[in-house]
């Protein structure tokens, strides 16, 4: 099973240290490296795409979250969060792996 706290809390760190940028157009134009790319089940299907491709691209990890983002991060129609700092990201793919066993 996933574990969702924790992904959460891994989700607000990278916001305190601002290590995150959001939605799919600040995510393409985001000029730090990104190591994992959330997006939750209100993206729309054309933007899901998008933001699928450029991660396929540029080789990074992108996951679909089961839970809102914009109730998470507490900003309007945030549908989509790239976390910017590695061990986060590999503490939150850590967590996904552990859902798919």
């Known amino acids: 099973m996933i574990n969702t706290t924790k992904i959460k809390s891994y989700i ?12 799919v157009d600040g995510i393409k134009t985001c000029r730090r490296k990104i190591y994992i790319v959330l997006y939750d089940g209100s993206l729309g299907d054309n933007s899901r795409k998008k933001l699928c491709d450029f991660c396929a ?7 679909m979250v089961d839970f809102s983002l914009s109730e998470l ?13 590695s061990s986060l990201a590999s503490a939150i793919t850590e967590c996904m792996e552990v859902q798919h066993e």
């Open 57 to 63: 691209n540029k080789n990074i990890r992108c996951s």
């Open 12 to 23: 607000g760190f990278a916001i305190k240290m601002q290590k995150a940028t959001f939605g």
């Open 73 to 85: 991060t507490k900003r309007a129609n945030v549908k989509a969060v790239a976390i910017e700092d």
